[in-house]
């Protein structure tokens, strides 16, 4: 059974850093992107960052500059460092892997995590 397991959400002020992690286990994650989602009460949910399995990065305009995603493929597992946070940053952030950049700019990835949820308080 695939999980995909975020942690490292919380409050922090405008300003702040936080670092997600999600760890990924139930099978080979091999040339498979990983990335994250975010969804804002009201608002759809929407691309964050994604990683491909050899360090390619993809980011959203919103998020550019600040927010880094990175990979430790031994430990199948993905991180989401997010720094200068904005109050509009947040939102419940989810974990995503998919065989195509595809799925990701579409939202139809194949496993999901649970959601870890960010607050940015002005």
């Known amino acids: 059974q695939v999980q995909l397991v975020e942690s490292g959400g919380g409050l922090v002020q405008a300003g702040g850093s936080l670092r997600l992690s999600c760890a990924a286990s139930?099978?080979?994650?091999?040339?498979?992107?990983m990335g994250w989602f975010r969804q804002a009460p009201g608002k759809e949910r929407e691309f964050v960052a994604a990683i491909t399995w050899s360090g390619n990065t993809y980011y959203a305009n919103s998020v550019k500059g600040r927010f880094t995603i990175s990979r430790d493929n031994a430990k199948n597992t993905v991180y989401l460092q997010m720094n200068s946070l904005k109050p509009e940053d947040t939102a419940v952030y989810y974990c995503a892997a998919s065989n195509s950049y595809t799925d990701f700019r579409t939202g139809q990835c194949d496993y999901w995590g649970q959601g870890t949820q960010v607050t940015v308080s002005s």
């Open positions: 139930g099978r080979t994650f091999i040339n498979y992107f």
